[in-house]
């Protein structure tokens, strides 16, 4: 049973129309930079280019070139920077071209930037959000399709998220913008354009034909820390984000199975009583992530249902995810959980 009503948002809406989620995420930055003199974009290509995916186009040219500007090619010092501009009271919201390029900026986003509020006693923090493309399926190799959120999500002082839809990526991005934390602001690139079903042989849909790109204008939020119930149902529980979301429902319709389908939509902070709910519900629970196995966040959400759980399951918690390996180009699908590998774990779970 699909339940893909959206709530109500919080703010100060208009009409409704069909977006993709790019201009969903270019209609967020515009919002608060009209509500907000203090907030500031940021990064490679972002200013008169409109960045590489587009997500930002036309935005210097609205509110001008100290607002929304380009950096030179330096991930360290783009981080670095924001960090500063945070603490001086301005709220930037850097753009990291692709997540595979966020590693130079590690030791500002951990030392500095997840550490300020408590190393200063809240004397001063760190309220920038760091916008990246993540993940893979558009043939990027291995330097254009990582998807490293679990080394954020074992910072503390970080917050995670990662929309899967045009809706929730407008107002997610909203809130994360407007808290004092700092926050990674992963979006799936795959599904910039249209959501993937797991079938790389079929044409892409685009998301106006979906309701989930009905986004209300003007200013609206989604809380963090609030999952999102994709399907309701009482055979089993599945527990993904991003682009997995829309493969993990695929599969799920295809097979029949009457699965209780879970978008975490934010890692830190994570919605655990709704995950608690439903494996409760169906007492079976799959996990599917796009990147690397070991150390993957679905071995953190396995713990935490194994724990949480544990005499209600009826069968042990399995994974569904990248390999251990470098994202290869050439065998991409073969890497990328697909409704085979997703389908094989489902009819494992249901047997035992």
Same mark, same amino acid.
Request: net charge negative; with cysteine.
């Given at each position: =049973?699909?339940?893909?009503?959206?709530?109500?948002?919080?703010?100060? #809406?208009?009409?409704?129309?069909?977006?993709? =989620? %790019?201009?969903?995420?270019?209609?967020?930055?515009? +919002?608060?930079?009209?509500?907000?003199?203090? +907030?500031?974009?940021?990064?490679?290509? +972002?200013?008169?280019?409109?960045?590489?995916?587009?997500?930002?186009?036309?935005?210097? !040219?609205?509110?001008?070139?100290?607002?929304?500007?380009?950096?030179?090619?330096? !991930?360290?010092?783009?981080?670095?920077?924001?960090?500063? =501009?945070?603490?001086?009271?301005?709220?930037? +919201?850097?753009?990291?071209?692709?997540?595979?390029?966020?590693?130079?900026? /590690?030791?500002?986003?951990?030392?500095?930037? @997840?550490?300020?509020?408590?190393?200063?006693?809240?004397?001063?923090?760190?309220?920038?959000?760091?916008?990246?493309?993540?993940?893979?399926?558009?043939?990027?190799?291995?330097?254009?399709?990582?998807?490293?959120?679990? %080394?954020?999500?074992?910072?503390?002082?970080?917050?995670?998220?990662?929309?899967?839809?045009?809706?929730? @990526?407008?107002?997610?991005? &909203?809130?994360? $913008? !407007?808290?004092?934390?700092?926050? %990674?602001?992963?979006?799936?690139?795959? &599904?910039?354009?249209?959501?993937?079903?797991?079938?790389?042989?079929?044409?892409?849909?685009?998301?106006?034909?979906?309701?989930?790109?009905?986004?209300?204008?003007?200013?609206?939020?989604?809380?963090?820390?609030?999952?999102?119930?994709?399907?309701?149902?009482?055979?089993?529980?599945?527990?993904?984000?991003? #682009?997995?979301?829309?493969?993990?429902?695929?599969?799920?319709?295809?097979?029949?199975?009457?699965?209780?389908?879970?978008?975490?939509?934010?890692?830190?902070?994570?919605?655990?009583?709704?995950?608690?709910?439903?494996?409760?519900?169906?007492?079976?629970? /799959?996990?599917?992530?796009?990147?690397?196995?070991?150390?993957?966040?679905?071995?953190?959400?396995?713990?935490?249902?194994?724990?949480?759980?544990?005499?209600?399951?009826?069968?042990?918690?399995?994974?569904?995810?990248?390999?251990? #390996?470098?994202?290869?180009?050439?065998?991409?699908? @073969?890497?990328?959980?697909?409704?085979?590998?997703?389908?094989?774990?489902?009819?494992? $779970?249901?047997?035992?």
């Amino acid at each position: =049973m699909s339940t893909q009503t959206k709530p109500k948002p919080t703010g100060e #809406t208009g009409g409704e129309r069909r977006i993709n =989620m %790019i201009e969903a995420i270019n209609e967020a930055l515009d +919002v608060m930079l009209e509500r907000d003199d203090n +907030v500031v974009v940021m990064g490679e290509d +972002v200013g008169y280019f409109g960045g590489v995916f587009r997500c930002t186009a036309g935005l210097q !040219e609205k509110h001008g070139k100290t607002r929304v500007f380009d950096t030179p090619i330096n !991930e360290c010092g783009i981080i670095g920077a924001a960090v500063g =501009m945070g603490a001086y009271g301005l709220r930037p +919201v850097p753009e990291i071209q692709f997540a595979d390029y966020i590693y130079p900026g /590690l030791d500002q986003l951990i030392s500095e930037a @997840a550490r300020l509020r408590y190393r200063s006693a809240t004397e001063y923090i760190a309220p920038m959000t760091v916008r990246s493309p993540f993940g893979g399926g558009i043939f990027g190799g291995q330097t254009h399709s990582q998807s490293p959120e679990s %080394i954020f999500t074992h910072v503390s002082g970080l917050k995670t998220v990662i929309p899967a839809t045009p809706y929730d @990526a407008k107002g997610l991005l &909203i809130s994360c $913008i !407007e808290d004092n934390d700092p926050v %990674i602001f992963f979006e799936p690139k795959r &599904i910039y354009n249209g959501p993937f079903s797991g079938y790389y042989d079929k044409p892409v849909e685009p998301w106006k034909k979906h309701e989930a790109s009905i986004v209300p204008e003007g200013y609206y939020k989604i809380p963090l820390g609030k999952a999102r119930q994709v399907r309701e149902g009482e055979e089993l529980t599945v527990l993904t984000y991003g #682009t997995m979301v829309h493969v993990a429902e695929a599969v799920c319709r295809e097979k029949g199975i009457d699965a209780d389908i879970l978008d975490l939509r934010t890692l830190v902070p994570l919605d655990i009583d709704a995950i608690e709910a439903s494996v409760k519900k169906t007492g079976r629970c /799959l996990v599917v992530h796009e990147a690397t196995r070991t150390s993957g966040f679905g071995a953190e959400l396995s713990a935490l249902v194994t724990e949480r759980c544990f005499y209600h399951l009826e069968a042990a918690v399995e994974r569904v995810t990248g390999f251990d #390996t470098p994202y290869p180009h050439s065998l991409e699908w @073969a890497y990328f959980p697909g409704p085979v590998r997703i389908g094989e774990a489902i009819d494992k $779970i249901l047997k035992d």
